[in-house]
């Protein structure tokens, strides 16, 4: 992942919009979330970023149905 591709402000704005679509359906949609740059490795300070949980959410899912964390069930 690209940090620009969330926190510039173009970005900052197209996620508000889409985020704010799930403000009834997602319980504390917009508390903050840390999430892994590179999901191939560990949380660090270095490969880690702040964002909102409905945003961790769409990050992790799309990795899930991509088989991107697959070697986290190992």
Excluded at 34 to 54: A, H, K, P, Q
Aim: aromatic share 14%; charged share 35%.
């Amino acid at each position: 992942l690209d940090e620009r591709d969330f926190k510039s402000d173009v970005a900052k704005a197209k996620w508000r919009e889409f985020m704010n679509k799930y403000e009834n359906k997602v319980k504390d949609y917009n508390f903050g979330s840390l999430l892994r740059i590179d999901c191939t490795g560990d949380y660090s300070e270095e490969n880690t970023m702040f964002v909102m949980r409905t945003q961790f959410y769409c990050i992790e899912i799309a990795r899930n149905k991509q088989g991107l964390n697959d070697a986290l069930k190992q």
